[in-house]
């Protein structure tokens, strides 16, 4: 069975910093792997979508990053700004199904 | 296009009644997925469907729930008789495929008293 781990739980940064979430996940055979963001009392909104045959994604201030052999991705996000403050959220897909890790959730302090 | 469209948002129901949530999933998207939020569990996948049919049920707990998808752009998840512990955000998700990027609708918070 597929487990992701998500370490630390929650953090807080200073404006202007770069944020940097760590996932990892047990089971390398994945077709990809997925960062979402969730804000209090939302629906999650896909930020990421990294293919397995890819190293990386980039989208503005976002990058994230996979090892498959490693079984981790990293999620960077450049300069924070208080409206980075949500709940983060890794997925992969493997065996069919999608597994969530329970997520970074991170404030940042203007 | 709406997104992935659910309701109620909110339900608020007493131990024993039946309770029904819906799902309108993003037009042209071949698969729909029902998972579970909880503070514990985090996000779980209850069930999944391809063209309607059922794939996935082995996420859903117990012979409580049910999922139905009569048609493409509709499904229910259905709990009867409901219980405190069914307390929790569902949400409803659509893609384009296995392994494609997935869309999650708003969920709806349910409580059971």
């Known amino acids: 069975k597929q487990e992701v781990t998500q370490i630390p739980a929650a953090l807080s940064v200073p404006e202007g910093e770069n944020l940097v979430l760590n996932c990892s996940f047990t089971?390398?055979?994945?077709?990809?792997l997925q960062w979402f963001r969730q804000d209090p009392g939302k629906g999650l909104t896909s930020l990421l979508l990294?293919?397995?045959?890819?190293r990386e994604q980039t989208s503005g201030r976002l990058n994230a990053s996979l090892d498959k052999s490693s079984g981790r991705s990293t999620l960077y996000i450049a300069a924070s700004q208080p409206g980075d403050s949500a709940t983060y959220l890794c997925a992969v897909w493997g065996n069919n199904r999608l597994a969530f890790g329970k997520g970074n959730q991170v404030v940042v302090i203007p | 296009d709406a997104g992935v469209i659910q309701s109620p948002r909110h339900e608020v129901t007493e131990m024993g009644q039946e309770v029904t949530l819906r799902c309108k999933p993003i037009?042209?998207?071949?698969?729909l997925f029902w998972y579970r939020q909880t503070m514990m569990r985090g996000l779980e996948l209850l069930i999944y469907f391809n063209n309607n049919v059922p794939i996935d049920d082995s996420g859903m707990p117990e012979d409580r729930f049910s999922a139905k998808m009569p048609n493409a752009s509709f499904s229910t998840l259905k709990i009867q008789p409901s219980e405190p512990r069914d307390s929790a955000v569902y949400f409803c998700a659509s893609g384009g495929g296995v392994g494609n990027e997935q869309f999650f609708g708003p969920g709806t918070r349910l409580t059971v008293l």
């Open positions: 089971d390398s055979a994945i077709y990809n």
């Open positions: 990294i293919q397995s045959s890819q």
């Open positions: 037009s042209g998207h071949d698969y």
